[in-house]
């Protein structure tokens, strides 16, 4: 298929399954008019992991990476009332339009934004956090600095219980995944990631291509076993 097709397919499927929406579509704007990169997941991509948050009967979400909290609002929105996401942004002018835009589609109160980078923040989660208890968290969405994707997915295992669910974003890149001789150190972070995912006895995973509105790319999803 060319551009042309999927981009129609992907129209189709958005305006057939995912409808319409303001708040998440005020982020977008807001986030674009930020000058914010306009990275984050296509609609069908973000109904799925609102539907997996719904599916797994997820109470507590991890997001390492805001961004204009697109995402966030989907997984949000999956939730039962007394559910929570902790969301971690390493950018503070990222951070405030996140807090706006997550406020303005009315689940702020379920949304802690973590400011800082991952690996610095991922560590307090290990002690009580949420409703004074700890994690364990019931699904956990990686979708921030590629390099750092094996320390996301450790962190993810261990703030995880059996049945967790890990979503990773971007898994494909255009099919450079597949590309052995890559000297990108973004592609070579997903590499290592999915040789983890298939290598480390705490998960059991597969990997989607996408094909949409972002272009070529994929996902990988994971349990925690
Ligand atoms: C890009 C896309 C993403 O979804 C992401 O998390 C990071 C980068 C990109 O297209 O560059
Ligand atoms: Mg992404």
Redesign the pocket.
């Known amino acids: 298929p060319t551009p042309a097709t999927w981009e129609r397919v992907d129209a189709y499927l958005t305006e057939t399954l995912v409808g319409h929406d303001p708040g998440l579509e005020r982020a977008v704007v807001d986030q674009n008019a930020a000058g914010l990169?306009a990275?984050?997941?296509a609609p069908v991509n973000g109904k799925l992991l609102h539907l997996l948050a719904r599916i797994s009967g997820a109470r507590r979400v991890l997001e390492i990476?805001t961004?204009g909290a697109y995402s966030t609002i989907w997984l949000a929105r999956g939730l039962p009332d007394d559910g929570r996401v902790v969301t971690i942004e390493a950018e503070p002018r990222t951070a405030d339009i996140a807090r706006a835009n997550l406020e303005r589609a009315g689940v702020g109160g379920r949304v802690e934004i973590m400011l800082g980078r991952g690996a610095d923040v991922l560590p307090t989660l290990a002690g009580p956090i949420l409703d004074g208890s700890a994690a364990p968290f019931d699904l956990v969405f990686i979708?921030?600095d590629?390099e750092s994707n094996t320390i996301y997915l450790d962190w993810a295992a261990r703030l995880g219980r059996p049945g967790t669910v890990v979503v990773v974003?971007?898994t494909v890149?255009g099919g450079e995944v597949a590309n052995p001789a890559t000297e990108n150190p973004?592609i070579i972070g997903v590499q290592r990631g999915l040789e983890m995912l298939g290598r480390d006895p705490r998960f059991d995973a597969t990997a989607l291509q996408t094909l949409d509105a972002?272009?070529y790319?994929g996902i990988a999803i994971a349990i925690v076993v």
């Open positions: 990169p990275i984050e997941v990476g961004l979708d921030a590629k974003d971007n890149r973004q972002k272009g790319d």
